[in-house]
């Protein structure tokens, strides 16, 4: 998992990773938003859903104690990274601001 994480975040498109839980409520909402997200970007980004309690060396190495936490890579590089929900418009915001997409 770990080599093909690094292999996903190494892309020059944008990579939103979502770091979420199946037990988690708000990551449950932000799934829907994230959709919308995609569809209005389309192929500007990749978003990837990273289940913690799956991949625990994945969150441990990008130290993600809550869930949702979202993190923006290009080219190997962290961006940026929230916890918690957004909407989507502040999702795009941040993408098109941060990333040479």
Do not use: H
């Given at each position: 998992?770990?080599?093909?994480f690094?292999?996903?975040?190494?892309s020059?498109?944008p990579?939103?990773?979502d770091?979420?839980a199946?037990?988690?409520?708000?990551?449950?909402?932000?799934?829907?938003?994230?959709?919308?997200?995609?569809?209005?970007?389309g192929?500007?980004?990749?978003i990837?859903?990273?289940?913690?309690d799956?991949?625990?060396?994945v969150?441990?190495?990008?130290?993600?104690r809550g869930?949702?936490?979202?993190i923006?890579?290009q080219n190997g590089?962290q961006?940026w990274?929230?916890?918690?929900v957004?909407?989507k418009?502040?999702?795009?915001?941040?993408?098109?601001?941060k990333?040479?997409?």
């Amino acid at each position: 998992m770990m080599s093909s994480f690094n292999q996903i975040i190494q892309s020059d498109k944008p990579v939103l990773v979502d770091f979420f839980a199946t037990w988690c409520g708000p990551c449950q909402m932000l799934a829907p938003i994230l959709k919308e997200v995609k569809s209005n970007l389309g192929e500007r980004i990749s978003i990837i859903k990273i289940d913690v309690d799956k991949n625990q060396a994945v969150a441990a190495q990008y130290q993600v104690r809550g869930v949702p936490t979202m993190i923006l890579f290009q080219n190997g590089k962290q961006l940026w990274r929230q916890s918690g929900v957004l909407s989507k418009e502040d999702i795009i915001k941040v993408i098109v601001e941060k990333s040479n997409s």
